[in-house]
């Protein structure tokens, strides 16, 4: 795996590092194959728990595409006529999203610094962001004449509601740590020197959770997004029948009535 990520399983916890800390960890292709095959292995290992998402450096969490490369990208298109744009959202930020998104366990964002663009929305297709006191937020895309991408369309308006959402994509501004945190942006916000260890402890703690239980989570409320009430009671059913069924449940149960605490086993 190339170097502009790092991965590192440990303990039932695979972190996940952008690592161009110089480029603002913008996404470069190698920056965005790398960060899709590792998205896309700690779906796949089921000796993962759960995923911490974060990025090297403390200015930037990600700006999103590079727009540096890109520029030389669109030109090679005009020569062929071939899109560059349609070509890397399927290839690498539809895959990434879906990965991050559709995993069976749950997905922290340590955000410790801008987050813009698709680096927005790959924040926001994580379960729980852990936020840096002195990070910030912006859609960015309609400033260089691009629509949502990276989920956001789906994303923004489930997290800050729709009106908000279209505010946020027609007029990029960057919103600091605080707003976004007023927003519901951010779960948690932190001085950035605790940054790091934070993001990490409440990643770690959801990796010894039930691990069925929060997939189950994640599948109901992504399916009650789009579904009516008497589905998403279907849906529940269903979902808590699973859970109910899980070894973790009768862990978690018994150590109510034993006044002990549960040691999960994400089974
Ligand atoms: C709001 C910003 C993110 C941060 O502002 P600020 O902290 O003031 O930092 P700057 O001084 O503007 O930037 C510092 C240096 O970083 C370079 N840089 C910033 N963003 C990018 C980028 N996306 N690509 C390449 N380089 C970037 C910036 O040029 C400075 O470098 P120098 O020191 O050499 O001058 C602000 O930086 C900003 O608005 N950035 C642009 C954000 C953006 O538009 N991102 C892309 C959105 S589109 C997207 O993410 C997805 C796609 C998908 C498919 C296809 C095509 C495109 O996009």
Redesign the pocket.
């Known amino acids: 795996m190339a170097d502009t990520v790092l991965y590192e399983v440990r303990d039932g916890l695979a972190t996940i590092t952008l690592n161009r800390p110089e ?2 960890n ?2 470069n292709t190698e920056t965005k194959v790398a960060l899709r095959d590792a998205a896309e292995s700690a779906a796949r290992d089921e000796s993962v728990r759960a995923v911490l998402l974060t990025a090297a450096g403390d ?2 969490f990600c ?6 490369e ?1 520029i030389g990208l669109l030109a090679a298109d005009r020569e062929t006529g071939s899109s ?2 349609m070509s ?2 399927r290839e690498h ?1 539809n895959p990434i999203v879906r990965a991050l998104t559709g995993m069976p366990k749950p997905v922290v964002a340590g955000v410790n610094g ?1 987050a ?4 927005f ?1 790959f924040a926001l297709a994580a379960d729980y962001r852990v936020v840096a006191d002195t990070a ?1 937020f ?1 859609t ?2 309609a ?2 004449a ?1 629509t949502a ?2 989920g956001v369309s789906w994303t923004l308006p489930r997290v800050v509601g729709p009106g908000r959402a279209a505010d946020l994509l027609l007029f990029p501004r ?1 919103i600091k740590a605080q707003e976004a945190y007023e927003l519901g942006i951010a779960g948690r916000l932190v001085p950035a020197a605790d940054l790091a260890a934070e993001a990490e402890q409440v990643a770690r703690a959801l990796a010894q959770g039930p691990t069925l239980a929060y997939a189950a989570l994640k599948e109901s409320l992504a399916y009650g997004a789009s579904h009516s009430l008497d589905e998403a009671l279907e849906k529940e059913d269903e979902l808590q029948t699973r859970a109910g069924a899980s070894e973790d449940h009768a862990i978690a149960v018994r150590a109510f009535v034993e006044k002990g605490k549960p040691t999960y086993l994400g089974r």
Not at 63 to 68: A, E, H, S
Not at 116 to 119: L, S, T, W
């Open positions: 480029a603002m913008a996404l200015r930037a700006v999103g595409q590079d727009l540096k890109h560059v744009t890397t959202v930020y801008v813009a663009g698709a680096g929305g910030s912006n960015s895309f400033g260089v691009l991408d990276s960057t």
